[in-house]
């Protein structure tokens, strides 16, 4: 019973780091915006950078539980 309810949050975490994952920008975002001529304020820069980093911040999170609830599962 305990190694089904571990299941299914393991595909809950699975679902959410494929979500995160994403959800982030590309590198070659940055590239792209200034070859077409997309012109950035520096506000919104500084967002973007802050919402990568939150988003990059929950991927080494969630794919620590990931990998943790892994490894619990497979020893029990």
Do not use: P
């Amino acid at each position: 019973m305990v190694k089904i309810i571990l299941s299914v949050v393991l595909v809950l975490i699975a679902l959410a780091l494929i979500m995160v994952v994403m959800l982030q920008s590309g590198k070659s975002a940055g590239l792209s915006g200034t070859i077409a001529g997309v012109a950035d304020t520096f506000m919104s820069k500084n967002k973007a950078k802050g919402w990568d980093a939150k988003l990059a911040r929950w991927t080494k999170w969630v794919a620590i539980a990931f990998m943790v609830l892994l490894v619990v599962i497979s020893l029990i």
